[in-house]
């Protein structure tokens, strides 16, 4: 909608409205101004020194075209022996739906939860460079060996601290090197059309029945501190080591939290 002659724009309205002007070769007109969403991860990332100055956000995505890349041109047997076990290792995707998937979808579940892990046993936090190894899906730990945690307590801080408590891993024959920690943005508490976010990969210990951030403070590099009283998803699911990305992770457990002030 033209509203005055060229260059004769009204005071531009404050910070924060809804519209603003800007001119045209036709005059100046009004338009609609389209804010940034608050509750996806690109508005809470930040960018980190473990990611090269890149942020999570960033990652996530180069990360997925490295994957999908390889499984394009990488090494035959892997591709091979994947597509072999696609049909049949079926898993739990994450609205808790268990199928069967193609080799593709296979490989991309495993490859995706553990892409933090690094070079075990070296285990923790480790990011690496962006290809992807030699190993191929192992079918001999089927997902019906790897439990569904089942959370009795959990928290979340401002600071990026965090505990959860399971009560089924301590004494299973499950094989579980690790946790990938998983958190939704501000605004997501449902599985529906749920949005997950992996914000750290915590190494298994003594007790599998016990886990938290051990100090590491990785998640503060890579995320902005959520306001405190904010509810949101936290949970994790347990996965191999990168030595047997093949390995199916367990399906996702969560539960709802409130943040804590730290």
Request: proline content about 8%; some cysteine; glycine content about 10%.
């Amino acid at each position: 909608m033209v509203i005055c002659p060229p260059n004769a724009a009204p005071v531009q309205p404050p910070d924060g409205s809804g519209w603003y002007y800007r001119n045209t070769a036709f005059g100046t007109v009004v338009q609609g101004r389209s804010h940034a969403t608050r509750n996806g991860l690109k508005a809470w990332s930040k960018p980190c020194s473990m990611l090269g100055g890149q942020t999570l956000y960033q990652y996530n995505k180069r990360y997925l075209r490295a994957a999908a890349n390889f499984w394009r041109t990488g090494y035959p047997a892997t591709v091979g022996y994947t597509d072999a076990n696609g049909a049949g290792s079926p898993f739990t995707n994450l609205n808790g739906v268990k199928g069967t998937h193609n080799g593709f979808e296979l490989f991309m579940h495993c490859r995706c939860c553990t892409r933090f892990s690094g070079n075990f046993p070296a285990f923790g936090w480790h990011y690496f460079a962006l290809t992807m190894g030699t190993q191929a899906f192992q079918p001999t730990v089927p997902e019906t060996d790897q439990p569904t945690p089942m959370i009795t307590s959990a928290y979340l801080k401002t600071d990026w601290t965090w505990g959860i408590t399971v009560s089924n891993w301590q004494g299973s024959t499950i094989d579980i090197a690790g946790a990938a920690i998983l958190v939704t943005t501000p605004g997501w508490q449902s599985r529906k059309r749920l949005i997950l976010n992996q914000v750290d990969l915590a190494p298994a210990g003594s007790d599998l029945n016990t886990w938290s951030d051990g100090g590491r403070g990785v998640a503060a590099c890579l995320m902005r501190p959520y306001p405190a009283n904010t509810p949101v998803l936290l949970g994790l699911r347990g996965v191999s080591s990168y030595a047997y990305n093949g390995i199916l992770p367990t399906p996702i457990a969560l539960a709802s939290v409130t943040v804590q002030q730290a």
